[in-house]
């Protein structure tokens, strides 16, 4: 539906203070003001009204500003995310990606020698060759090296240490410590799960308790929180759907209250999502809320309580519009909201939420329950990710060059580098199972190929 393509007046989506303004109700007006600023010129009742055909993703303003952090660094302003570089290529490569850039074998070579250097002799990666192993950065690695799409890449890993690091994080009541002697929250379980589900290193060992311990993280509300007992956070939400997805565990939830709840976190007027209940929107959540959707579709089908062909429960017009009209630099780059400057990690999830809302993502419940038949009730969490594709249709806002690459629901690299990584590390146990495992032919292909 979108927020621009609706019969309302804008004004009339405004947040209502009741006529008790709070500091968080002034804040959320100056915010809603500088949207109106963006958002009038396509506005219904404008009649100098701009075509919405009209808006542009400014693709190669976002390459130029991503190749020039890559390639020059990042500034003096990056020394405070000096335990923080592999995630800083994660963002610029995952996002490069999602523009469907092309990296060079130059580049490929470069980041290979890199995370090479930033992997512990005792498993896992720093976030600098002089740094402690850190599940963070041992997920962002494990995502850098899988975007390259590169078999020497994947060779960098060494699975055993990396194993063995996984289970010195890993604790007895089903939770991941960030690293050793770090603190215990769900980002430990989501990026233990990713890297291990991507590796082909899931075990019973590494994932007994998980899904109690996550679970035990869904609030009142309906979200989850870090920890249990603590407030339900969007982020953290779409960790647990992951990893839960990872496990087989989403049924474990209760789904009404967490669809009521991440439904909630769409903002009337903005059409972007909040972190948490009465927090301003945010970039970034265009895909940490986003992101929940495509998980939340799958287990909706799997257990009947919809169809293949539902459309995902949130406003996927609206992000997009807030995200093109509100989000993007003049100069390259994507930001919180307007006001604030572009950064590589909002870069890389506005882009990634961007991505969800264009593309119809399709889980494969048929080929899970074959295999899992064939498997006497097993489905890895790595193969479970195979069964992931995408629609060959699309919603896009603004022009049709807008289009993204699909991001894989439960690890945010495409879905292209996620196939890739699996098929590699999971070469022997799919050879079996090649004729359930769906091919998903590229829709973009299809669509170029046709007459």
Known sequence: ???????????????????????????????????????????????????????????????????????????HWGATLDAS??????????????????????????????FTHWQLPSGGFGGGSDQLAHLATTYAAVNSLAITG?????????????????????????????????????????????????TNLLTPELTENCVDFICRSQTYEGGIGPYPGK?????????????????????????????????????????????????????????????????????LSRSR???????????????????LLCCQSEYGGLLDKPGKSPDYYHTCYCLSGLSTAQHSLIYDSEAAIQIRDKNQGHLPGGISSLLWGYENSFTIVGDVDNLLAPTHPVHNISIKAARSMIHYFYKDQIEPLKDIIPKFDDPLEEVEGTP
């Not at 990396?162 to 007895?172: A, D, S, T, V």
């Not at 939830?253 to 909630?264: I, P, R």
């Not at 309580?305 to 995200?323: G, V």
Request: hydrophobic residues 35%.
């Open 305 to 323: 309580k919809t169809d293949l062909d539902q459309e995902y429960l949130f406003d996927i017009e609206a992000l997009q519009e807030y995200i």
């Open 85 to 114: 570089k592999p995630w800083l290529i994660y963002w610029i490569f995952h996002s490069l990606d999602l523009l469907d850039f092309q990296f060079t074998p130059e580049i490929t070579q470069r980041s290979i020698s890199t």
């Open 231 to 299: 407030e339900a956070h969007n982020g953290y939400t779409f960790c647990g759907l992951a990893a839960l997805e990872i496990l087989g565990g989403l049924s474990k939830l209760n789904m009404d209250n967490l669809l009521k709840w991440c439904s909630e976190r769409q903002m009337g007027l903005e059409g972007g999502f909040q972190g948490r209940t009465n927090k301003l929107v945010d970039g970034c959540y265009s895909f940490w809320g986003a992101g929940d959707f495509p998980l939340l579709k799958a287990e």
């Open 150 to 198: 590169d078999e020497e890449a994947y060779k960098v890993l060494n699975r055993e240490g990396l194993y063995e690091f996984l289970m010195r994080m890993k604790q007895p009541d089903g939770s991941f410590t960030m690293h050793q002697g770090g603190e215990i929250d769900i980002r430990g379980s989501y990026c233990a799960l990713s890297v291990a589900a991507l």
């Open 1 to 75: 539906m979108g927020i621009l393509n609706g019969n309302l007046p804008l004004s009339q989506l405004s947040s209502n203070d009741d006529g008790f303004p709070t500091e968080t109700s002034i804040e959320q007006k100056k915010t809603e003001h500088a949207i109106l600023e963006k958002f009038v010129p396509y506005a219904c009742n404008n009649v100098n009204k701009k075509n919405i055909d009209s808006i542009l993703l400014y693709r190669q303003k976002h390459i130029a500003y991503l190749k020039r952090g890559l390639l020059n660094g990042v500034g």
